[in-house]
C-alpha cells in the first residue's frame, strides 16, 4: 500500500537559478559564468496557466480484442504489424500525447511469449499459434522513442471468447483448470472468488512486469460481467467455501479488492517505478443507492459488476484512476458535468491521480444529438480545467485517433494540446531526477549534448525575447520532450532539463543557439 502520495510540485525556483550557462557557436563549446537570464523573482512572477498545464497525462487505449485497434486483422506478416501501430505511435505523437495503453492480454491469452498463457489468436486467427516474433519489446521500445509511456493493458477475469473448453489449446488456462472457469452468455470468465484465480493473474501480469519494460499495468473496466443475456453468474460453490458469512454482494466486491490489493503489491514488489491503475465504469453508485454517490441514474459499477473504486481509492491500492466518463454533457441519467466533479472530490487529498477515459469513438454518433457536435470532446477537457484533481485524459480508442472523427481531434489539439506535458508525478515510486545535461555542442541550429546517466528523456524551454521564461510554473516555454540528447531548433535561448523514467526533472542548463 502506498498512501500520501499527492503530486510533487513542478522543479522548485531555487533549481532554475543554478544551472551552468552556455554560449553556443558554430561547432564550438564554451561555459560562461554567469547565473541564466531566468531570475527567480522573474520566475516567481509567473501565475501557472491552466492552458498549458507543466504536467498532464495525454494517453490512448490501443485494444487488440477482437481487432479492434491493433493489429487490423489477424494473418498480417510481421511488417505489416509493424507498420500499422508504427502508424499509430506516429499518431500520437503528433497529437502531443505521452502514454499509450496497450491491451496485452484480452481474454487469457498473449500478445507476448509467455509460458504462462497460450498466444493470442489476434495475431494469427488461430488460438495458441506462435505469430514467429515476440511482439512486445518492439511496441515498448518503438513507444519509448516516441516519448510515450508504455502500460500494459491486461483483462484479469476474461477467459475466452467461446464456452467450449474443448476448442482452447490444450495449454490454456482455463483448459486445465476446468474448476476456475464460469460460463456465462457466450463467454466463459475466472471465477474471482477463487484464491487459485487471484495467484494466477497476478503470476501473469508479475511476470511480464519482470521481464519487460513497461512503465504501467492497467485494468479496464470488466470485473464481474456486466448484466444482461447471460443469466445467473454461478459461484455458488465458491461462496460457499469461501463466503465466510459475507453477503453475497460485499464477497464479491471482497473478492476484487483482494485481486486489486494483490496485483498492487506485486507490481511494486517487482519494480516500485511501475505504475498501476484502473479504469473503471464512469459511475460508481448513483445518489438513489448511496447519498454519497453521484448525482447520476445510470449502472452502479459497486452493484452490478462489485467494482468498488472508492475502495481502491482510501486503500491506496491504485496509483490512479481513470473512470470511463463516455457521456456527454447534458446526457440525464449521467451527466459529465455531475460525473467530473464527484471523481475529483473522490481523489482529493488521497495521493490517487485522477485521469479521465474520453470517448473519442462516439464523436459522430448520430444516437445522441451531443455527440454530432465537433466540439464536445474538446468542451470535456474545459471543463476539466476547473478540478486541479483531473491530471489527465485518455482516448478510446486508436482507430479514431487515426480516423479523427468530425475533427474533433483537431480542435483538441488546437485548444489542449498546442504544448508538449510532462507526464504527473506520482509520489512512492521511488527514482530521483537526474544530473543537469552537459557536454553542449552546437552545429548550424542543431544542439547536441552528452547522454545523462539515468535519464530517459530531456525537456526543452525557449525563453522569451523578455528573458523572463515560466518553466518551473507551466508549459508556456515547453516547446520539445525528447528521447534523446539532440535538438534541433531556431536561433535563441533555451532551458534544457534531464527527465527520470518518471518524468522527475532535473534543474535547467541555459544554452544558447546564435543565429547562422
Given amino acids: 500500500m502506498r498512501t500520501g502520495r499527492p503530486l510533487l510540485a513542478a522543479v522548485a525556483i531555487a533549481a ?31 501565475t501557472p496557466d491552466a492552458r498549458y498545464p507543466k504536467r498532464q497525462l495525454r494517453g490512448v487505449w490501443i485494444a487488440t480484442v477482437k481487432n479492434i485497434d491493433w493489429p487490423s486483422r489477424t494473418g498480417l506478416s510481421i511488417e505489416r504489424q509493424k507498420a500499422e501501430y508504427v502508424k499509430i505511435l506516429d499518431a500520437a505523437a503528433k497529437r502531443k500525447l505521452n502514454a499509450v495503453f496497450v491491451q496485452v ?85 475466472y471465477n474471482p472468488g477463487l484464491p487459485q484465480v487471484r495467484e494466477h493473474v497476478t503470476r ?53 479488492n483482494k485481486l486489486v490489493a494483490q496485483v498492487d503489491k506485486a507490481v511494486h514488489d517487482t519494480k516500485g517505478h511501475v505504475k498501476f491503475g484502473i479504469s473503471p465504469f464512469g459511475i460508481w453508485r448513483n445518489k438513489a443507492q448511496d447519498p454519497s454517490g453521484s448525482d447520476t441514474s445510470g449502472m452502479s459499477a459497486y452493484d452490478a459488476i462489485y467494482a468498488d473504486a472508492r475502495h481502491w481509492i482510501k486503500e491506496g491500492t491504485v496509483d490512479y484512476v481513470m473512470p470511463q466518463l463516455y457521456w456527454p454533457r447534458g446526457f440525464r441519467a449521467a451527466d459529465y458535468r455531475a460525473l467530473v466533479p464527484w471523481w475529483a472530490n473522490e481523489v482529493k487529498g488521497t495521493g490517487v491521480d485522477l485521469y479521465l477515459g474520453q470517448a473519442l469513438y462516439r464523436v459522430g454518433a448520430t444516437d445522441d444529438r451531443a455527440w454530432t457536435k465537433p466540439g464536445e470532446l474538446s468542451a470535456h477537457l474545459t471543463l476539466n480545467r476547473r478540478y486541479p484533481q483531473v491530471d489527465g485524459d485518455v482516448y478510446f480508442s486508436a482507430k479514431q485517433l487515426l480516423s479523427n472523427p468530425l475533427k474533433a481531434m483537431d480542435r483538441i489539439s488546437a485548444e489542449h494540446y498546442s504544448r508538449p506535458a510532462l507526464l504527473p508525478l506520482i509520489k512512492g515510486l521511488g527514482g530521483d531526477a537526474p544530473a543537469k545535461p552537459a557536454g553542449f555542442r552546437a552545429s548550424g541550429t542543431k544542439l547536441t549534448w552528452q547522454a545523462t546517466p539515468g535519464a530517459r528523456g530531456y525537456a526543452v524551454y525557449r525563453v522569451p525575447e523578455s528573458g523572463a521564461s515560466c518553466q518551473a ?17 531556431k536561433p535563441g535561448t533555451y532551458l534544457i532539463t534531464s527527465l527520470s523514467r518518471l518524468q522527475q526533472e532535473s534543474a535547467p542548463v541555459e544554452v544558447k543557439i546564435p543565429a547562422v
Fill in 16 to 46: 532554475v537559478t543554478t544551472g551552468a550557462a552556455y554560449v553556443l557557436g558554430q561547432g564550438a563549446e564554451s561555459e560562461a559564468a554567469r547565473e541564466p537570464a531566468v531570475r527567480a523573482a522573474e520566475v516567481a512572477a509567473c
Fill in 105 to 189: 492480454r484480452p481474454a487469457s491469452d498473449a500478445l507476448y511469449r509467455s509460458s504462462i498463457e497460450p498466444w493470442s489468436q489476434y495475431l494469427t486467427g488461430t488460438p495458441g499459434k506462435d505469430p514467429g516474433w515476440d511482439p512486445l519489446p518492439f511496441l515498448i521500445s518503438q513507444a519509448h522513442q516516441r516519448g510515450l509511456e508504455f502500460h500494459a493493458w491486461f483483462n484479469p477475469y476474461r477467459a475466452a471468447y467461446d464456452t467450449r473448453t474443448a476448442d482452447l489449446p490444450a495449454s490454456h488456462p482455463a483448459r486445465v483448470h476446468r474448476d476456475w472457469v464460469v460460463k456465462y452468455g457466450d463467454r466463459l470468465y
Fill in 204 to 256: 501473469v501480469i508479475t511476470d511480464v512486469v519482470q521481464r519487460y519494460d513497461v512503465d504501467g499495468v492497467h485494468f479496464d473496466d470488466y470485473f464481474y460481467p456486466y448484466p444482461g443475456g447471460g443469466g445467473t453468474f454461478d459461484d455458488r460453490a465458491a461462496f460457499a467455501k469461501y463466503g465466510d458469512g459475507k453477503k453475497l454482494a460485499d464477497w464479491r466486491r471482497d473478492n476484487v
Fill in 473 to 489: 510554473a507551466d508549459a508556456r516555454n515547453l516547446v520539445s520532450v525528447l528521447s534523446s540528447p539532440a535538438f534541433d531548433g
